[in-house]
């Protein structure tokens, strides 16, 4: 047994929402040299592309467990927020 | 769109349910809010539900009516290196029979239970409702902001139930802008699918008794802890892990997790079981030192939302202290309606009940065991030390034996150092 997060989808149930409950100021995450979010998130939702020098953020597999706006040193969210009522993750058992 | 209650309460988990429950037997008109589908929707914790005492008055036979997996009967700790672990365990007959000490639950069930009874009580359950903002009015929260529609709910006391983030608590100027990476846990867990014979098989139960194992160790140095626990027909296995330790390690919570799952004991109790679900959530571990203002004109705080949580090394208490605080939050709310008066002082004797109770006073009590547990010795070189003089002690290899003190001092030495020892001891008994 492994848990693998590419499969997250088949194991987690969520409401995906058009729009992202969490958004990034890029240039932060540019000038950042921390990236904690990278590895701390659990739901591997950040990916830096070291070519692009972008931090990307993809909303639809998010936990939200709440330990980037923790481990972010530099505050680099124009918005964090919870998703809109019903929608985001939605646990059947745990 | 306007509507006017005697109480808010932002969030239905156990402590919010308990104060909606509370105030709603009193016969005060309550919202509470879920931003959820359902109550238990976002919600997930280790697995162990401690007796609920702050509701025994409400449901003086809980085990009959709140839904649950098993009661423990056996607890055990666990020290692992990567090919062994020294366990301590505690099996005991009396924690069989009702009211039983604790259990395994689900929280989208248990919650879902909680805040239906608070309903049935009269309270007024949304759903689907994300607070956006709370409403001040001449220095007094007044009410909240609903993020879908904008809507206004009105009420002369909110009740912040919201969680460990708690933004209402932010909004309203009671809690830090910032949380330390230090005191903050984040929590994964895996529900693993496995049948109710091979459980019963494999950790000694019969009947729906379950069993809870702490392990500490191969965490690859990370300062944080595992769990596994039965449920009915599935195991949780999960970590805590402190956030600025993964930082400092440049971990992930998933990589140390497939780890642990390799490791050959724990392999052994896992083996044959399907992932069914994956979950992750944040676990205020710092303590009574993190604690925010609990009370303010027109509001309480209560719950994870006051990082009501006690993280020992040996017990993990949370929804416990939740639900009493829900309680004592509700009273104080009934209260406050008595005398018509929301002020800070008035509420205030909120954090009066919670001073002479056990939410107040066990975490006073614990509150060095946060600065205790931010030791990276624990986290690799004390399971090192216990299986390393096991393994001594048991090993058969043709070698003559030293005495049991040489071979004491000589593993404390390879391990954690002599003096080590004795600053940890000390402390671990200034914190327990």
């Given at each position: 047994m492994?848990?693998?997060?590419?499969?997250?989808?088949?194991y987690t149930s969520f409401n995906i929402d058009r729009d992202p409950h969490i958004v990034l100021d890029?240039?932060?995450?540019?000038?950042?040299?921390?990236?904690?979010c990278v590895n701390a998130c659990p739901a591997c939702?950040?990916?830096?592309?070291?070519?692009?020098?972008?931090?990307?953020?993809?909303?639809?597999?998010?936990?939200?467990?709440?330990?980037?706006?923790?481990?972010?040193?530099?505050?680099?969210?124009?918005?964090?927020?919870?998703?809109?009522?019903?929608?985001?993750?939605?646990?059947?058992?745990? | 769109m306007k509507r006017t209650y005697d109480a808010i309460v932002v969030?239905?988990?156990?402590?919010?349910?308990?104060?909606?429950?509370?105030?709603?037997?009193?016969?005060l008109s309550v919202a509470l809010l879920e931003r959820g589908a359902f109550p238990g929707e976002k919600n997930m914790f280790g697995g162990?539900?401690?007796?609920?005492?702050?509701?025994?008055?409400?449901?003086?036979?809980?085990?009959?009516?709140?839904?649950?997996?098993?009661?423990?009967?056996?607890?055990?700790?666990?020290?692992?290196?990567?090919?062994?672990?020294?366990?301590?365990?505690?099996?005991?007959?009396?924690?069989?029979?009702?009211?039983?000490?604790?259990?395994?639950v689900f929280r989208p069930k248990f919650d879902n239970w909680l805040a239906e009874e608070a309903v049935k009580a009269g309270a007024t359950l949304l759903t689907r409702s994300t607070v956006d903002d709370v409403?001040?009015?001449?220095?007094?929260?007044?009410?909240?902001?609903?993020?879908?529609?904008?809507a206004e709910l009105h009420a002369p006391v909110v009740i912040a139930a919201d969680g460990v983030l708690s933004f209402v608590a932010k909004k309203a100027g009671l809690r830090t802008a910032t949380f330390d990476p230090g005191k903050q846990g984040v929590c994964i867990k895996a529900l693993i699918d496995m049948p109710k014979e091979v459980i019963d098989d494999r950790f000694g139960l019969v009947r729906d008794q379950g069993a809870s194992k702490e392990i500490v160790g191969c965490t690859s140095g990370v300062r944080g802890g595992t769990f596994l626990y039965t449920n009915y027909d599935s195991l949780s296995l999960g970590m805590v892990l402190e956030l600025a330790s993964l930082n400092e390690k440049d971990k992930t919570p998933y990589d140390l997790l497939n780890a642990l799952m390799q490791q050959p004991q724990i392999a052994k109790l896992l083996k044959g079981g399907k992932l069914l679900e994956y979950s992750a959530h944040l676990v205020p571990k710092g303590g009574y030192d993190m604690m925010p203002e609990l009370v303010g004109d027109g509001i309480m705080v209560t719950g994870d939302a006051a990082a009501m949580c006690i993280i020992t090394g040996i017990n993990l208490e949370g929804?416990?202290?939740?639900?009493?605080?829900?309680?004592?939050?509700?009273?104080?709310?009934?209260d406050a309606h008595h005398q018509r008066d929301f002020s800070k002082s008035s509420l205030a004797s909120y954090r009066k009940m919670l001073e002479e109770s056990f939410v107040?006073?066990?975490?006073?009590?614990?509150?060095?065991?946060?600065?205790?547990?931010?030791?990276?010795?624990?986290?690799?070189?004390?399971?090192?030390?216990?299986?390393?003089?096991?393994?001594e002690i048991y090993r058969i290899d043709g070698s003559p034996k030293e005495t049991m003190t040489k071979m004491l001092l000589g593993k404390i030495k390879e391990t954690v150092g002599l003096k080590n020892l004795m600053a940890d001891v000390y402390s671990g008994w200034r914190a327990l």
């Open positions: 492994n848990i693998n997060l590419d499969e997250i989808f088949d890029e240039n932060i995450c540019k000038e950042c040299d921390q990236r904690f939702c950040y990916t830096w592309s070291e070519e692009e020098q972008k931090m990307t953020f993809v909303h639809d597999g998010c936990l939200e467990c709440g330990t980037c706006y923790v481990v972010c040193g530099n505050n680099a969210f124009t918005l964090w927020r919870y998703p809109r009522g019903g929608f985001g993750v939605s646990y059947r058992m745990t | 969030g239905a988990g156990p402590a919010g349910s308990s104060a909606a429950l509370t105030m709603a037997r009193a016969g162990v539900l401690h007796r609920l005492t702050a509701l025994e008055d409400v449901f003086p036979d809980f085990w009959n009516q709140a839904p649950w997996e098993r009661h423990i009967v056996k607890k055990n700790i666990s020290f692992i290196t990567e090919g062994s672990s020294f366990n301590v365990s505690f099996d005991s007959e009396e924690a069989d029979s009702p009211p039983y000490n604790g259990y395994t409403i001040i009015e001449n220095g007094k929260v007044t009410g909240v902001t609903m993020l879908r529609d904008g929804i416990n202290l939740a639900a009493e605080s829900g309680v004592l939050a509700g009273k104080a709310a009934i107040l006073k066990d975490l006073k009590l614990y509150k060095r065991s946060p600065q205790m547990l931010h030791n990276d010795r624990i986290f690799s070189q004390y399971p090192e030390l216990l299986c390393g003089v096991m393994d």
